[in-house]
């Protein structure tokens, strides 16, 4: 039982005293679990310190207020520790797995990924979760006795699989793997210290999952109504957000807009969470697992929304992605940043004695590309520019036309 809440501790959560353990064998902490070493040990990370350099929607410079991927992460941990301590799991091993899930995104967000997977084509493609098991199995250097940060299978296992399986039993692609196949690094990974990418990942990881979509929906609704993409009216064309509007407006007449704009926020948090919590059980009571091998070998996720809020979370991002991620001030940001990026990448093909400290010297084909664009993935927005300044005649100052400013 836990002390600080007196909640049972789920008979499917992880016990980090049964971990199946890490790469590189290591003497055990006298004062931590293996899941809060692993926690330390990722937010201790250069990759981790550099998200709060990197774009969530708005490039770091156009306010102070918008959500980087450093206070996104944040956000999703704390509502991760949440739904984990409600439903009697581990904590800290869903805390590593929010606090890790972001670490593979390149500079501007997703226009750095779809920059650099069009750069690295030929060898595979991008994709943001195969690069955070790079970045926290090999491209970190910081130990004297192994590259990486030698974190526990179950994050590693959570961090590959926290969107549920990527391949069947019999070894094929499944989902949206289907179409471009596992990602190589992935592939490779598993091949010496086997993930078993065929099962769901932990409840922990599935409650990391949740957590990104919940974090998502409401900070993006507060982050486009602070740029004024649209208006609280105009989001209440989605069911659940006219519902909670009616609700704050019943118990709060005249209440001004940043401040309803913030209630609202938070009643769509304080919803999904409830349901999330509400869906679990049922699916419990349905599916009784009696371990964590029950959680990875069940038909489907035990951790999830139900119907109804699966319809209300697809509601939002239907409206939000028109109104927000393709609005054409974002679009035009974007397109730059993408050039930026492409712009470096061609660069550095040619003159990769200019990558300091990571050059590649006489390294070909897909391994030179593949080095550069993990060099160009840790690069912070910032630097970005700063290294495209550096070798072209003309970088886009990446803002949105100059009356645009941060409403405090």
Same mark, same amino acid.
């Given at each position: 039982?836990?002390?600080?809440?007196? #909640?049972?501790?789920?008979?499917?959560?992880?016990?980090?005293?049964?971990?199946?353990?890490?790469? !590189?064998?290591?003497?055990?902490?006298?004062?931590?679990?293996? +899941?809060?070493?692993?926690?330390?040990? *990722?937010? $201790?990370?250069?990759?981790? #310190?550099?998200?709060?350099?990197?774009?969530?929607? +708005?490039?770091? $410079?156009?306010?102070? !207020? @918008? #959500?980087?991927?450093?206070?996104?992460?944040?956000?999703?941990?704390?509502?991760?520790?949440?739904?984990?301590?409600? /439903?009697?799991?581990?904590?800290?091993?869903?805390?590593?797995?929010?606090?890790? !899930?972001?670490?593979? $995104?390149?500079?501007?967000?997703?226009?750095?990924? #779809?920059?650099?997977?069009?750069?690295?084509?030929?060898?595979?493609?991008?994709?943001?979760?195969?690069?955070?098991?790079?970045?926290?199995?090999?491209?970190? $250097?910081?130990?004297?006795?192994?590259?990486?940060?030698? /974190?526990?299978?179950?994050?590693?296992?959570?961090?590959?699989?926290?969107?549920?399986?990527? *391949?069947?039993?019999?070894?094929?692609?499944?989902?949206?793997?289907?179409?471009?196949?596992?990602?190589?690094?992935?592939?490779? @990974?598993?091949? +010496?210290?086997? /993930?078993?990418?065929?099962?769901?990942?932990?409840?922990?990881?599935?409650?990391?999952? =949740?957590?990104?979509?919940?974090?998502?929906?409401?900070?993006?609704?507060?982050?486009?109504?602070?740029?004024?993409?649209?208006?609280?009216?105009?989001?209440?064309?989605?069911?659940?957000?006219?519902?909670?509007?009616?609700?704050?407006?019943?118990?709060?007449?005249?209440?001004?807009?940043?401040?309803?704009?913030?209630?609202?926020?938070?009643?769509?948090?304080?919803?999904?969470?409830?349901?999330? =919590?509400?869906?679990?059980?049922?699916?419990?009571?349905?599916?009784?697992?009696?371990?964590?091998?029950?959680?990875?070998?069940?038909?489907?996720?035990?951790?999830? +929304?139900?119907?109804?809020?699966?319809?209300?979370?697809?509601?939002?991002?239907?409206?939000? @992605?028109?109104?927000?991620?393709?609005?054409?001030?974002?679009?035009?940001?974007?397109?730059?940043?993408?050039?930026?990026?492409?712009?470096?990448?061609?660069?550095?093909?040619?003159?990769?004695?200019?990558?300091?400290?990571?050059? *590649?010297?006489?390294?070909?084909?897909?391994?030179?590309?593949?080095?550069?664009?993990?060099?160009?993935?840790?690069?912070?927005?910032? @630097?970005?520019?700063?290294?495209?300044?550096?070798?072209?005649?003309?970088?886009?100052?990446?803002?949105?036309?100059?009356?645009?400013?941060?409403?405090?």
């Amino acid at each position: 039982m836990s002390v600080e809440t007196g #909640r049972e501790r789920a008979v499917y959560a992880s016990d980090p005293t049964q971990s199946r353990g890490r790469l !590189h064998a290591e003497p055990e902490s006298p004062t931590r679990s293996a +899941f809060r070493r692993d926690c330390d040990r *990722i937010i $201790h990370s250069a990759a981790f #310190r550099r998200l709060a350099h990197k774009t969530q929607v +708005f490039v770091y $410079h156009e306010g102070d !207020h @918008y #959500r980087t991927r450093l206070t996104h992460t944040l956000e999703v941990v704390q509502i991760a520790r949440s739904l984990a301590r409600a /439903l009697g799991l581990d904590e800290d091993l869903a805390e590593a797995l929010a606090l890790a !899930h972001d670490l593979g $995104h390149p500079p501007f967000g997703h226009a750095g990924e #779809r920059a650099l997977d069009e750069c690295l084509a030929g060898c595979g493609g991008f994709d943001h979760n195969a690069q955070a098991l790079r970045v926290v199995t090999d491209l970190e $250097h910081r130990y004297a006795s192994f590259d990486g940060l030698n /974190l526990t299978w179950e994050t590693l296992e959570g961090l590959v699989k926290h969107n549920g399986p990527l *391949i069947g039993r019999d070894g094929a692609a499944v989902g949206r793997y289907v179409r471009l196949g596992v990602p190589a690094p992935v592939s490779a @990974y598993s091949k +010496f210290q086997d /993930l078993e990418l065929w099962t769901y990942a932990s409840a922990e990881a599935q409650v990391a999952a =949740l957590s990104d979509d919940i974090a998502y929906d409401a900070h993006d609704i507060d982050d486009g109504l602070r740029a004024d993409f649209f208006t609280l009216d105009d989001i209440s064309s989605v069911a659940l957000i006219e519902n909670i509007l009616s609700a704050i407006d019943a118990d709060h007449p005249d209440l001004d807009p940043p401040r309803r704009a913030h209630e609202t926020v938070r009643a769509l948090i304080t919803r999904m969470i409830e349901d999330v =919590l509400a869906e679990t059980a049922r699916r419990v009571a349905m599916l009784k697992p009696r371990s964590v091998a029950d959680v990875r070998e069940a038909p489907r996720p035990v951790v999830g +929304f139900s119907a109804a809020m699966e319809k209300s979370d697809r509601d939002i991002k239907g409206f939000l @992605y028109p109104r927000m991620y393709r609005h054409e001030r974002v679009m035009r940001v974007m397109e730059d940043a993408e050039r930026v990026l492409r712009d470096l990448f061609s660069y550095y093909m040619d003159a990769g004695e200019n990558m300091p400290a990571e050059g *590649i010297g006489t390294v070909d084909g897909t391994a030179r590309a593949r080095r550069i664009g993990d060099y160009i993935a840790g690069m912070t927005d910032r @630097y970005a520019l700063i290294e495209h300044a550096k070798y072209f005649k003309q970088t886009p100052e990446l803002r949105w036309e100059t009356s645009t400013v941060d409403k405090k």
